[in-house]
């Protein structure tokens, strides 16, 4: 397409600047890079919200409400024939409900593509052999992410029965859908954010800010703050979901020590090559002048 005096094109649209080779940006080309990433990401959660609206009738809400309906009668509400259901105390909680689960559920079903913008954001920053971890920082995200929210569906129903139960004989539990919905949310999302914390200990150590000797120092630290961590963050507060949290987080941690362990190795040889590299053909090599052991002597000729 032909252009015109000041980069315009003939259709009068302004030509896109060629791409900076050096990978430098201004402040500006900053803002615009971020506004349009966010709108982006904001285009996939809002299709994805959109579908999780549609899926609510088909299988969704029942999804939501099974840990509830599955506990005994005495500590859930009961119709007269038996079902199990929430209260809604306001015209438009049912609607806010909905709305506020197809909004949580298009988040995490739209997880791969916003958090592909999230990398592209970072990528002009990393390194050209660091770019290529972009797939698999995606993917791990979203597996780690998912891993979380299903162990938290699956300590759902348990942590319910020991909350509920707390109330005694006499006392009927009639949760309304709003608290009810809260809770279930804020356990999924306190799951799955948390899972990611040691992914980023792996991109740290892969960007060069975290080493693998740090992290190997740190290890009883990591292990017990992990517990910590767990222990405040969980909604329910009972030993089931902070131990349920707490040691897959542990064992994903010691995964990312060592792959951080296997990163350093293969960078340490990497920058002892270039240092060979760098040298000029009529360079001499530098030498490790450093007098080495002899072996001793086995014996003598005759």
Sequence with gaps: MSTTQGGRTKLGRRRRPPRDEAGTMTLISHLKELRNRIAVALLFILIATAISFWWYEHGLGTFIRAPYCDLPENLRYSDSEGGCGLLVTDVFGGALIRLKISFIAGIVLSAPFWLWQVWGFLTPGL?????????????????????????????????????????????????????????????????????????????????????????AKSRRWIYFLTIVFAAFITPTQDPFTMLLMALPMCVLFEVAIQIARVVDKRRAKRDALAGFHDLDDDEASPLDATPSRLDEPTGTRG
């Design 127 to 215: 390194k050209s052999n660091e770019k290529r971890y972009g797939v698999g920082f995606v993917v791990a995200a979203s597996a780690l992410f998912a891993l979380g929210a299903v162990l938290a569906y699956i300590s759902l129903a348990a942590g319910l029965r020991l909350l509920l139960g707390l109330a005694g004989d006499g006392v009927v539990v009639a949760l309304t859908a709003q608290d009810y919905i809260g809770f279930v949310i804020s356990l999924l999302l306190a799951f799955g954010v948390s899972f990611e914390v040691p992914l980023i200990a792996v991109a740290l150590n892969l960007i060069g800010v975290l080493s693998y000797a740090v992290l």
